[in-house]
């Protein structure tokens, strides 16, 4: 039998954990939806805590919002995350500004015809651009036109070779204002 809430029979308008018996409330006996957080909620601020929670009990996909600094484990060995204000700096090799590096693989381009035609269109008096064409063979199907200020910079006369079989004037051609270098 259960006694309306009078203050004299014991019953104080509360429920506490020592009124219930252990195990006696789960997950299927409430109904979804029905326990819900905040002040003005069920449950009052500040009362479920990770010793109250099962482990794997709150899947990712219900966690939303910035989780805190202090929750995260920040620090640069296995396991840990990357601080927001961390660099690699120290570690690659940076990126020049204006130069655009052409390789066989690892650079901006692989076709030396994209890689002129995207600095022709940005290069200017005030904004020239290099070309560096790492070591290897570069065959071209048409002539690798160089606006003004665009400088074509090769790894040596042997290791940065252009090919091409073109009849329009040679395989690289310039219109003044920049420099060819093997």
């Known amino acids: 039998m259960i006694y309306t809430a009078d203050g004299t029979t014991g019953q104080d308008n509360t429920v506490t954990g020592a009124k219930l ?3 006696t409330i ?3 006996k409430i109904a979804t939806g029905t326990i819900t957080g905040g002040t003005s909620g069920n449950i009052a601020l500040a009362t479920i805590t990770g010793a109250n929670l099962v482990v794997g009990a709150v899947a990712d ?14 620090g640069t060995a296995a396991g840990t995350v990357a601080a927001g204000d961390h660099n690699h700096d120290s570690i690659y090799q940076k990126k020049y500004a204006n130069v655009i590096v052409v ?7 692989t076709d030396l015809i994209a890689a002129a ?9 005030n ?12 065959n071209v199907s048409q002539s690798v036109n160089l606006n003004p200020y665009v400088s074509l910079d ?3 006369t042997t290791a940065t070779i252009i090919r091409g ?8 051609i310039s219109q003044g204002n920049n420099t060819i270098q093997h």
Do not use: E, R
């Open 21 to 23: 018996a252990p195990s």
């Open 127 to 138: 904004n020239p651009y290099l070309i560096k064409v790492m070591p290897g063979i570069y």
């Open 26 to 28: 789960t997950g299927a």
């Open 165 to 172: 079989s073109n009849s329009d004037g040679g395989v690289v």
């Open 103 to 109: 390789a066989q693989s690892g650079g901006d381009y």
């Open 117 to 125: 035609s995207f600095a022709n269109t940005a290069a200017s008096v």
């Open 61 to 74: 996909a219900n966690i939303t919002g910035q989780i805190s600094t202090s929750k995260l484990n920040v």
């Open 154 to 156: 090769g790894a040596g």
